[in-house]
């Protein structure tokens, strides 16, 4: 089953913009992880953001977490057209280590030039 | 160096049949793991092996079986396969064990059809 909710489902904006999507899970995590998917292809880690923490930072993305609410949100500014993809939350579970990540359906993030 | 590599790319197979799927992981990862994409979903947690054991299993049914050789490489195997077997198998590496807590390198995939 998947644990983990993106929304919205598809997101279409001009290049240049902010994009945020958002990610909603139901059990106690240990961290959740963002990743990105091109085509169908192969998954790409962006980032991790453990259960104690609350925002993180890599380049043009910004991840916040809200453990009270069970969500969390991947901001990417200044959006480039190589950004279109689409974009997966992925939560471990407390105690969850050998489990493996459980994704949620994905975001498809287009990027018009 | 080299990331996760799959083989192959591309399988068909007919309904009935035996598919195995192969993983290298990068070079000094331990922890494989291997996930089902079907299309318009996200991935689904299969297995995840470390030093050639396995750690964690998901909720698939024992058509599915995976090991993991000496040199870190696995293959997962399917038996007797089922249309709804169609998707896209993700293989995943990791340095340590419990890899889910930390990041995890993903390979391009195989993608199989069933037919």
Same mark, same amino acid.
């Given at each position: 089953?998947?644990?983990?909710?993106?929304?919205?489902?598809? @997101?279409?904006?001009?290049?240049?913009?902010?994009?945020?999507?958002? #990610?909603?899970?139901?059990?106690?995590?240990?961290? @959740?992880?963002?990743?990105?998917?091109?085509?169908?292809?192969?998954?790409?880690?962006?980032?991790?953001?453990?259960?104690?923490? %609350?925002?993180? &930072?890599?380049? %043009?993305?910004?991840?916040? @977490? $809200?453990?009270?609410?069970?969500?969390?949100?991947?901001?990417?500014?200044?959006? %480039?057209?190589? $950004?279109?993809?689409?974009?997966? #939350?992925?939560?471990?579970?407390?105690?969850?280590?050998?489990?493996?990540?459980?994704?949620?359906?994905?975001? &498809?993030?287009?990027?018009?030039? | 160096?080299?990331?996760? =590599?799959?083989?192959?790319?591309?399988?068909?197979? =007919?309904?009935?049949?035996?598919?195995?799927?192969?993983? +290298?992981?990068?070079?000094?990862?331990? +922890?494989?793991?291997?996930?089902?994409?079907?299309?318009?979903?996200? /991935?689904? !947690?299969?297995?995840?092996?470390?030093?050639?054991?396995?750690?964690?299993?998901?909720? !698939?049914?024992?058509?599915?079986?995976?090991?993991? !050789? /000496? *040199?870190? +490489?696995?293959?997962?195997?399917? *038996?007797?396969?089922?249309?709804?077997?169609?998707?896209?198998?993700?293989?995943? +590496?990791?340095?340590?064990?419990?890899?889910?807590? *930390?990041?995890?390198?993903?390979? /391009?995939? =195989?993608?199989?059809?069933?037919?």
């Amino acid at each position: 089953s998947q644990q983990g909710e993106e929304d919205p489902q598809a @997101l279409s904006i001009q290049e240049g913009e902010n994009a945020t999507m958002n #990610c909603s899970y139901k059990t106690s995590i240990n961290n @959740l992880q963002w990743y990105r998917q091109n085509s169908g292809r192969g998954l790409v880690h962006l980032i991790l953001i453990r259960s104690n923490e %609350r925002e993180k &930072h890599s380049g %043009r993305l910004r991840v916040t @977490l $809200d453990t009270s609410k069970k969500s969390s949100s991947l901001l990417i500014t200044a959006s %480039r057209a190589a $950004d279109t993809a689409s974009y997966f #939350c992925a939560t471990v579970k407390w105690g969850g280590g050998a489990d493996g990540l459980t994704f949620g359906k994905g975001t &498809h993030l287009i990027i018009q030039p | 160096d080299a990331g996760v =590599t799959q083989s192959p790319t591309h399988l068909i197979k =007919t309904r009935g049949q035996q598919v195995t799927l192969r993983c +290298s992981p990068i070079s000094g990862h331990k +922890s494989v793991s291997w996930y089902q994409q079907v299309l318009g979903q996200g /991935p689904q !947690f299969i297995f995840q092996y470390y030093e050639k054991e396995e750690r964690g299993r998901g909720n !698939f049914p024992d058509r599915f079986s995976a090991r993991q !050789f /000496p *040199n870190y +490489s696995s293959e997962l195997n399917v *038996n007797a396969l089922l249309l709804g077997d169609s998707a896209l198998y993700l293989c995943a +590496s990791s340095l340590a064990d419990l890899s889910s807590y *930390n990041e995890q390198f993903f390979g /391009p995939g =195989t993608r199989l059809t069933v037919l």
